[in-house]
């Protein structure tokens, strides 16, 4: 499986990034349901529900919000401070079969990895090939 991520989806991501660092921030990621998915827009979890977690509240209103804006809910991001991009626990409990679950991790304010992981039935993930059009590559060597 693969999904891509526009270079505006990917500069809204680095720019909550950047306005949480050095904390963490979380949302959720919309675009179009196909082969590959491809992630046109993100926004974060405080834009749909108070609070910076995800909850089935704000997933259900991630999903009226894709409806009202013509939009496929593809899933939830979280970019974590020092951490490796691998979904834990509490992620995957959090989400839903089908859904991707994008980890972007960054240190000192640099992006160590972006990886995406689908969500099956029975807890199990696997990893989703990751399309970033070169775009995180090209926002970090400027700073």
């Known amino acids: 499986m693969e999904i891509s991520i526009s270079y505006e989806a990917q500069k809204?991501?680095?720019r909550k990034m950047l306005e949480r660092h050095p904390g963490t921030c979380c949302g959720f990621v919309f675009g179009r349901d196909g082969h590959p998915r491809v992630i046109t827009r993100i926004l974060e979890s405080g834009k749909l529900?108070?609070?910076?977690e995800i909850t089935p509240a704000g997933i259900l209103k991630a999903h009226r919000y894709a409806e009202e804006e013509n939009f496929d809910f593809l899933g939830t991001f979280h970019a974590v401070n020092g951490h490796r991009a691998v979904p834990?626990?509490?992620?995957?409990l959090k989400a839903l079969p089908g859904q991707s679950?994008?980890?972007?991790?960054f240190r000192k304010?640099?992006?160590?990895?972006?990886r995406s992981w689908r969500l099956h039935s029975g807890g199990r993930c696997s990893e989703e090939k990751m399309?970033?059009?070169d775009a995180l590559e090209r926002i970090f060597k400027r700073r």
């Open 101 to 105: 679950i994008v980890l972007l991790s």
């Open 49 to 52: 529900e108070s609070g910076e």
């Open 109 to 114: 304010r640099k992006i160590t990895e972006i």
């Open 12 to 14: 809204m991501l680095v």
């Open 131 to 133: 399309v970033t059009q």
């Open 88 to 92: 834990s626990t509490r992620h995957l």
